[in-house]
Nanobody, 121 residues
Framework: QVQLVESGGGLVQPGGSLRLSCAAS????????MNWHRRAPGKERELVAS???????NYADSVKGRFNISFANAGKTVYLQMNSLESEDTAVYYC???????????????WGQGAQVTVSS
């Protein structure tokens, strides 16, 4: 059983910073990529940032230069450092990973439980 557990959400003032963490545990052979998505009230889910197993990163235009994705713990933990937060960043943030439990076996999608980020004065 694979689990993704998120932490680090909360309330922050505009211009402030938060760091989200997502830790993968369970039967893991390899992780192809780890991503952060968000869903704001009344909006579609949006891919915010992604990082491949090789460390290549991609960001949504709306967060470039403000957010940074990184990983640690042999790629089993992913962080999203969010700086210069704006009210438009208010959303539930979800960690997502494509994980293989067996060498050369199929990869499956796993999701974290979600972390509320609220940017407000």
């Amino acid at each position: 059983q694979v689990q993704l557990v998120e932490s680090g959400g909360g309330l922050v003032q505009p211009g402030g910073s938060l760091r989200l963490s997502c830790a993968a545990s369970g039967r893991i052979s390899s992780i192809d990529a780890m991503n952060w998505h968000r869903r704001a009230p009344g909006k579609e889910r949006e891919l915010v940032a992604s990082i491949s197993s090789g460390g290549n990163t991609n960001y949504a235009d709306s967060v470039k230069g403000r957010f940074n994705i990184s990983f640690a713990n042999a790629g089993k933990t992913v962080y999203l450092q969010m700086n210069s937060l704006e009210s438009e960043d208010t959303a539930v943030y979800y960690c997502h990973a494509q994980i293989r439990s067996d060498w050369l076996g199929p990869k499956y999608d796993y999701w974290g439980q979600g972390a509320q980020v609220t940017v407000s004065s």
